[in-house]
T-cell receptor
Framework: AQTVTQSQPEMSVQEAETVTLSCTYD???????LFWYKQPPSRQMILVIR??????QNATENRFSVNFQKAAKSFSLKISDSQLGDTAMYFC??????????????FGKGTKLSVKP | KAGVTQTPRYLIKTRGQQVTLSCSPI?????VSWYQQTPGQGLQFLFE???????NKGNFPGRFSGRQFSNSRSEMNVSTLELGDSALYLC?????????????FGPGTRLTVT
């Protein structure tokens, strides 16, 4: 069975600084996707970034980037130039790729990020 | 395009009752998944429906059931409610784009069981 672990329950960062959220996962699968989701206090879950396991290049989306270490089964999220609007719960998630279809999301417990002015 | 909508947004029920939650996916999305979010267990997958058929199921008791209609709207039902069923229930709809299932979440239904 796949598991996702986020070892940092809470983190804080000053506005405009950089913060890195950690995530490790365990799987015997070779084809899968990894995601970071953001859930602000309003509760709507939003996809921040995704990484295909077959891609060696780390994904980036504006101020968000990941460090994907497949052999180490590590998938960290770096937020640059943190903004107050980045305050939220961040969930790391795993999803199997069956080729013709994709499985359900398996989430970590989340990291509560607070951006301080 | 309108996003995923869930109704009701808040619900209070008594132990032993049953409840039905509704999810309307984004237009054109044929897959709907349900997740339960609690402080203790985090986010857990309940089930997924695609074209009115349950395609995948999580590890929840039979009190949790769902269905999907021909217009892709989905409902989940919880019978004989227990205090531990208090949670935020999230629905997500998805469509396939370039071999990848793009998934979008709704705002959730907050269920409180007293």
């Amino acid at each position: 069975a796949q598991t996702v672990t986020q070892s940092q329950p809470e983190m804080s960062v000053q506005e405009a600084e950089t913060v890195t959220l950690s995530c490790t996962y365990d799987t015997s699968e070779n084809n899968y996707y990894l995601f970071w989701y953001k859930q602000p206090p309003s509760r709507q879950m939003i996809l921040v970034i995704r990484q295909e396991a077959y891609k060696q290049q780390n994904a980036t989306e504006n101020r968000f980037s990941v460090n994907f270490q497949k052999a180490a089964k590590s998938f960290s999220l770096k937020i640059s130039d943190s903004q107050l609007g980045d305050t939220a719960m961040y969930f790391c998630a795993f999803r199997r790729d069956y080729g013709g279809s994709q499985g359900n999301l398996i989430f970590g417990k989340g990291t509560k990020l607070s951006v301080k002015p | 395009k309108a996003g995923v909508t869930q109704t009701p947004r808040y619900l209070i029920k008594t132990r032993g009752q049953q409840v039905t939650l509704s999810c309307s996916p984004i237009s054109g999305h044929r897959s709907v998944s349900w997740y339960q979010q609690t402080p203790g267990q985090g986010l857990q997958f309940l089930f997924e429906y695609f074209s009115e058929t349950q395609r995948n199921k999580g590890n929840f008791p039979g009190r949790f059931s769902g269905r999907q209609f021909s217009n892709s709207r989905s409902e989940m039902n919880v019978s004989t409610l227990e205090l531990g069923d208090s949670a935020l229930y999230l629905c997500a709809s998805s469509f396939r784009l370039a071999g990848f299932d793009e998934q979008y979440f709704g705002p959730g239904t907050r269920l409180t069981v007293t």
